[in-house]
């Protein structure tokens, strides 16, 4: 089974700017759609980004012109770029393929004060 590791995660205020890495541990990483997640405490956990094997991207409405994911297939890497962040984007950052169907690793905690 092919496991991630999320890291990057941190204390930021509003405004400020994270980027997340999430590293796979093969390399059939790079034909995989992968994710973005988040679950903030009391919610379901929802997919914030995701990035198919050639580069295009979806995001959610709420993080639309604020995040960017992109990944380096060389590296079994995919990150998210978060810029202007708000309150609302507090929560455990999950990555993993658009079907989960890697084990979910621990996750990276972004808390973002006001």
């Known amino acids: 089974q092919v496991q991630v590791v999320e890291s990057g995660g941190g204390l930021v205020q509003a405004g400020g700017s994270l980027r997340l890495s999430c590293v796979a541990s093969r390399s059939s990483f790079s034909f995989n759609t992968m994710a973005w997640y988040r679950q903030a405490p009391g919610k379901q956990r929802e997919s914030v980004a995701t990035i198919t094997s050639t580069g295009t991207t979806n995001y959610v409405e709420s993080v639309k012109g604020r995040f960017t994911i992109s990944r380096d297939n060389a590296k079994n890497t995919v990150y998210l770029q978060m810029n202007s962040l708000k309150v609302d984007d507090t929560a455990v950052y999950y990555c993993?393929?658009?079907?989960?169907?890697?084990?979910w690793g621990q996750g990276t905690q972004v808390t973002v004060s006001s």
């Open positions: 993993n393929t658009l079907r989960g169907s890697y084990v």
